[in-house]
């Protein structure tokens, strides 16, 4: 068990660009969250999906951001025409779903964006 | 929707002491799930301990407990025999199992003193 995995780690991008960031789950897992983390803040919940079905999406996920997760397997986060306010940590999470403690989410260790 | 509301932005304690971080939350649901997380400044977010709302005793996990008052919308966890380790960001979320998302509290920053 690797634990979930996130890439890339870092990305800088000129305001205007899209940008997508990868999430590899625990391999069994059949949730997967994304949340956004500002500096000084919790997580804020963006959507998730169970196994490739997306069943909830926050209101801060605006027609800008897309998210995917074909196959039920690794899930992707698309952000286009970044702005300076995407600047964030963006974090993934997966869960058993039915599981020992219900819903433990185990967390990737982030993607950071800065946008200039 | 969940609302979770720690009062206190930073706490120091002394180490080998016990230290309390405040959480409320705020739900109309009739199931929901209380975890709390740590996140050290590595950044990575780490589960500690899960309370159920229909769960009758108090979680404990090692030197981690967490004090739950359903009536008063309380689930403050407990931190025994402080380490220098356990300097960290506390996070308290609500979890809604029906609708599989959770909402997270704004932290609470723990120093442990030597």
């Known amino acids: 068990d690797t634990g979930v995995s996130q890439n890339p780690r870092h990305k800088i991008t000129k305001r205007g660009q899209n940008v997508t960031f990868r999430c590899d789950p625990i391999s069994e897992h059949n949730r997967l969250y994304w949340y956004r983390q500002t500096l000084g803040q919790g997580p804020e919940f963006l959507t998730y999906?169970?196994?490739?079905?997306?069943?909830?999406k926050s209101r801060l996920l605006s027609d800008r951001f897309s998210a995917e997760r074909p196959k039920g397997s690794f899930s992707t986060l698309e952000i286009q025409r970044t702005e300076q306010g995407d600047s964030a940590m963006y974090l993934c999470?997966?869960?058993?779903?039915?599981?020992?403690?219900?819903?433990?989410?185990?967390f990737g260790p982030g993607t950071r964006l800065t946008v200039l | 929707a969940q609302k979770i509301t720690q009062t206190q932005p930073g706490m120091f304690v002394q180490e080998k002491e016990a230290v309390t971080l405040d959480c409320t939350y705020d739900t109309s649901d009739q199931s929901y799930g209380l975890f709390w997380y740590k996140q050290p400044s590595s950044g990575e977010m780490i589960f500690l301990i899960y309370?159920?709302?229909?769960?009758?005793q108090n979680a404990t996990e090692g030197r981690y407990s967490l004090n739950f008052q359903k009536a008063r919308k309380s689930a403050n966890l407990v931190i025994s025999a402080s380490q220098l380790g356990d300097s960290a960001m506390y996070f308290c979320?609500?979890?809604?199992?029906?609708?599989?998302?959770?909402?997270f509290g704004d932290g609470t920053t723990l120093t442990v003193k030597p």
């Open positions: 999906f169970q196994n490739e079905a997306q069943l909830e």
């Open positions: 979320a609500g979890y809604n199992t029906n609708a599989g998302k959770s909402t």
């Open positions: 309370q159920g709302s229909y769960d009758e």
């Open positions: 999470a997966s869960s058993l779903a039915g599981g020992l403690v219900s819903d433990e989410q185990f």
